[in-house]
T-cell receptor, first 113, second 114 residues
Framework: DGGITQSPKYLFRKEGQNVTLSCEQNLNHDAMYWYRQDPGQGLRLIYYSQIVNDFQKGDIAEGYSVSREKKESFPLTVTSAQKNPTAFYLCASSPTGDNEKLFFGSGTQLSVL | AQSVTQLDSHVSVSEGTPVLLRCNYSSSYSPSLFWYVQHPNKGLQLLLKYTSAATLVKGINGFEAEFKKSETSFHLTKPSAHMSDAAEYFC????????????FGTGTQLKVEL
């Protein structure tokens, strides 16, 4: 059953803590993306990766970090430097990085304790 | 630069009546345009995509959209709403260049009533 799996579905962060959101895909897609969704706003791009071992900052990268050591995996770390981390985080992938159809995971809701 | 404006944050229709979700865009290039749907606490799913071929694009679940360059619009329509259509809908415009240059609208929440 092909697709994108995000975990956990819900995550809570304490002050000063780093947390990592998982994103795995078995679609053999080259490109992967992380978006942040806030109520009443469109999705905003945090980071994207067009190929293994390479990634670029999106529009709101401050306070976040990523890695792309494997084609299937693109974890996102929300660091303590991100002062307003409460949001719904969506991971997506596409066959290439050329604005083709995006396939989305079901998201992770991050909240601050 | 590119932008997209969804003109209605909430739309309410009765089941069996037509749906119209409005979207206007701005782009320096010939854009690609998309409509995505998001059900509660889920990821987004592509409804349809325009890429400079036919101006009337048919998508999944009976939805379609018409690209009107003169009006810079890409409105989403469906002849007859179903309860399962209740969701949030996003209009998206793509830019030019490497990587992902998608700009998302702020979304339209569609409510379908009996």
């Amino acid at each position: 059953d092909g697709g994108i799996t995000q975990s956990p579905k819900y995550l809570f962060r304490k002050e000063g803590q780093n947390v990592t959101l998982s994103c795995e895909q078995n679609l053999n897609h080259d490109a992967m993306y992380w978006y942040r969704q806030d109520p009443g706003q469109g999705l905003r791009l945090i980071y994207y990766s067009q190929i293994v071992n390479d990634f670029q900052k999106g529009d709101i990268a401050e306070g976040y970090s990523v890695s792309r050591e494997k084609k299937e995996s693109f974890p996102l770390t929300v660091t303590s430097a991100q002062k307003n981390p409460t949001a719904f985080y969506l991971c997506a992938s596409s066959p290439t990085g050329d604005n083709e159809k995006l396939f989305f995971g079901s998201g992770t809701q991050l909240s601050v304790l | 630069a590119q932008s997209v404006t969804q003109l209605d944050s909430h739309v309410s229709v009765s089941e069996g009546t037509p749906v119209l979700l409005r979207c206007n865009y701005s782009s320096s290039y010939s854009p690609s345009l998309f409509w995505y749907v998001q059900h509660p606490n889920k990821g987004l799913q592509l409804l349809l995509k325009y890429t400079s071929a036919a101006t009337l694009v048919k998508g999944i679940n009976g939805f379609e959209a018409e690209f009107k360059k003169s009006e810079t619009s890409f409105h989403l329509t469906k002849p007859s709403a179903h309860m399962s259509d209740a969701a949030e809908y996003f209009c998206v415009v793509s830019g030019v260049g490497g990587g992902n240059k998608l700009t998302f609208g702020t979304g339209t929440q569609l409510k379908v009533e009996l």
